[in-house]
């Protein structure tokens, strides 16, 4: 019988005469020949793994851009590799597209213990351990005619607000449900997907909902359905903002950003326009206290958005001393004590002489109760007038009593007459 030895010569190639004993024992026992074909692929991984972790960074190392635009890298541990390729597939779904930390197709693999993305030969191209993963999202990918989902998920410093960062994985499904079925009814790849994994993580998938939130704006792909993203751009990337039960997400764009209501230390409005306005998550001291603005947002989810974070009590800090604009030190020394241009003119109308000021120590001043300060002729006339009176003269346009005490004084005599 003719038996396959690539795997088992590469598997077993410091160890010669083990390799020709497991040949021929093969030979006589084909029926053992696909077991020590997995044992075979089993030692090459580990040998793989102890080769990155002796020698540092290997071929198979895959550098990645991070939000600063500098390099980061991401390698599989041989422990990881040993588990995803050792134990056996809970579930395994293959023709995946995922989106990081690479834009390809793989097959995805879910352990007892572990998440991880299969290439072609069983090869391990990246994962995680079940225990590292600290938040799945499940959100509908936007503005597509066809049915898709996009699972974030999301482990430790892989949130986008850490400086010690790292790429969460984010992958799409297709569903459609079996036929007979309403979407609501699917146990298509998704719900499978979901199935599984509330199954074996400490917490559920969180998927958007109506009641925690609703986009105002139309669904122009499928009318009769809700929207649950508000676009936004983060500098000049578009993305798209999911607010769910227990966390704000942003993506889909790298860096993704996963605001868990813990991480969260305010919100706040700004770049307020007719048609547009920002919003801006300042995270906790714990998580160095960033502000990660997201502009561009259509005034028309402001209610649905405002509603939100009231109710989850995500402090508005719009109004906040820091958010105000503020004054330079030379504009208040140069203004102080100078009366406004405004103030002047008001003055000169009402005839009262901007260099008067006013002292209280003049023997004309006087002062209401109302705080309002009149210049009297007479104290007799005081007394009488009241202080509605006092208020007409005071507004008395000063041409009108030029004008009037003159034409009292003209006498017409009998030549000056026609």
Known sequence: MSVPTSALEEAFSDAP??????????????????????????????????????????????????????????????TLLAELGSQPALLRIPDISFSIPQRKKFALVLTATALGAFG??????????????????????????????????????????????TDPLLFTVTDTPPKGETSGESTGIKQTIIDN??????????????????????????????????KSHLGTKEGFLFFLEDAIIWGFKKPLFCFAFDSIESSSYSSITQRTFSLTIKTTAEFSSKEIEFSMIDQVEHPAIDDFLRRNQLKDASMAETKRAKIPSSLIKENTGAKSELQAAENEIAGIDQNDSDDEEDDDYEQHSDGSDVTSESDSDDSDAGLNISQRTSSRNLAEEELGSELEDVDVTDDEEP
């Open 17 to 78: 005469l083990l390799r020709q004993e497991i040949l021929e024992h093969v030979s006589k026992n084909p029926q053992y020949l696909d077991l020590f074909h997995q044992i075979s692929r089993y030692i090459i991984k580990i040998q793989q793994a102890s080769i990155e972790d002796r020698d540092g960074p290997s071929i198979k190392r895959r550098k990645l851009e991070n939000n600063t635009g500098s390099q980061i890298e991401v390698f599989s541990k041989s």
């Open 120 to 165: 072609p030969n069983e090869s391990v191209e990246f994962g995680v351990h079940l225990n590292e993963i600290d938040y799945v999202a499940c959100v509908p990918v936007p503005e597509k005619a066809a049915r898709q989902w996009n699972f974030a998920v999301f482990a430790k410093n892989s949130h986008g607000i850490t400086d010690t960062a």
């Open 197 to 230: 994994l509330n199954r074996i993580l400490p917490m559920n998938v969180m998927q958007p909902s109506p009641e925690v939130f609703r986009s105002l704006t139309v669904n122009s792909y499928r009318k009769n359905e809700n929207s649950y993203h508000v």
